[in-house]
């Protein structure tokens, strides 16, 4: 049996402000940093041992992390920093606030561009020109996804490089976002893509998986 555990990082200055973030790099607030040191309490009640940290490439999830790790004394841990688990790319709706919009468009417009699986948010007119993806095929640059674009590179990401860690009975933790970690939550556990609208990640709240050798869910707990 193997442990996987999915952390949406603390609350963030976005979140606190109810904008659309998606690649935006903004930190955490106060709320958030407690929230992270939280997270790592919980987890010092679990029986859980990973042998390495995967988050993305913006700095709200990975000073989560760094927290969660100093606290539980892990930070000679490995910490894989990839865009692939970067936050759902809101396109140009970043920045806007999430009550402005719903005046401005409506309720249910607005529920299509964060509740639907294959709904794309209005699209930037150019790419981000940002160092952290200088060394991406900009081709894989997105000017905004919908939460099916948004799997297609969480998913790729969990096969290649964490599901055999945990084949190996190797328990990982991932550091993410909240739409990025529902996708993976959809993923792991076959969801529909229907489903995946009444599935909700609250910042710095640990989820618990407990897997076989075939990593089919024996148990999940929410902490």
């Known amino acids: 049996m193997v442990k996987l555990v999915l952390i949406r990082h603390g609350e963030s200055?976005?979140?606190?402000?109810d904008?659309?973030?998606?690649?935006?790099?903004?930190?955490?607030?106060?709320l958030g940093?407690?929230?992270?040191?939280?997270?790592?309490?919980?987890?010092a009640n679990l029986a859980f041992y990973p042998q390495a940290v995967h988050t993305s490439v913006l700095k709200r999830?990975?000073?989560?992390?760094?927290?969660?790790?100093?606290?539980?004394g892990w930070l000679y841990l490995p910490?894989?920093?990839?865009?692939?688990?970067?936050?759902r790319h809101y396109g140009a709706l970043r920045g806007h606030n999430k009550e402005q919009t719903r005046r401005e468009f409506g309720k249910k417009q607005v529920a299509m561009w964060r509740r639907d699986y294959w709904t794309v948010p209005p699209l930037l007119s150019e790419i981000d020109h940002n160092r952290c993806y200088a060394d991406i095929d900009q081709r894989s640059v997105p000017l905004g996804?919908?939460?099916?674009?948004?799997s297609q590179r969480v998913i790729p990401y969990y096969v290649d490089q964490i599901a055999p860690e945990?084949?190996?009975?190797?328990?990982?933790?991932?550091?993410a976002h909240g739409s990025t970690l529902r996708v993976l939550i959809k993923y792991l556990e076959q969801i529909t893509a229907h489903g995946l609208d009444g599935v909700e990640v609250a910042n710095g709240e640990p989820i618990v998986y407990e897997l076989n050798q075939h990593l089919d869910i024996l148990t999940k707990t929410v902490l």
Do not use: F
């Open 166 to 175: 945990l084949i190996c009975s190797h328990d990982q933790l991932v550091v």
């Open 61 to 72: 999830a990975i000073k989560t992390a760094n927290i969660i790790c100093e606290d539980r």
């Open 79 to 87: 910490i894989y920093k990839n865009w692939r688990l970067n936050e």
């Open 145 to 150: 996804e919908s939460l099916a674009m948004a």
């Open 33 to 43: 940093i407690q929230q992270a040191h939280h997270s790592a309490q919980m987890l």
């Open 13 to 17: 200055t976005a979140n606190a402000d």
């Open 19 to 30: 904008i659309y973030t998606g690649w935006t790099d903004v930190d955490l607030t106060p």
